[in-house]
């Protein structure tokens, strides 16, 4: 993969390439992002986008990124690239947040 700093404050970039052992459409991954965006242990921190955004919509994004559906590519079937947006900051603070009312609810009493 490859991390593109955008030139703005705290938005930031990552282009993510997997190769898969399944022969898989472009449909298949985005179905599967976007429900794991709406439900289970991702829901909150990873996002799903189809509309037509820019790095400056993601600024003071929560989540921890958010995926580019619009950029999704197959190539033959099994090597697939996402784009996966997030804020440097507000991102990794929400995250902080939440490890920290985790310990404190196990070991402070």
Known sequence: ?????VPILNGSLT???FE?????TKEEVNAALEKAS?????KGILG?????????DY????????????????????MVKIYAWYDNESGYS???????NIVAA????
């Open 1 to 5: 993969g490859l991390a593109i700093r």
């Open 38 to 42: 709406k439900e289970g242990s991702l």
């Open 59 to 78: 600024t003071n994004e929560t989540r921890s990124s958010v995926i580019d559906a619009l950029s999704t590519q197959v190539i033959d079937g099994t």
């Open 15 to 17: 282009d993510c390439v």
């Open 94 to 100: 929400k995250r902080m947040a939440e490890l920290c």
């Open 20 to 24: 898969v052992e399944k022969s898989v």
């Open 48 to 56: 799903y986008e189809t509309k037509p955004l820019v790095s400056t």
């Open 106 to 109: 196990k070991y402070i009493a």
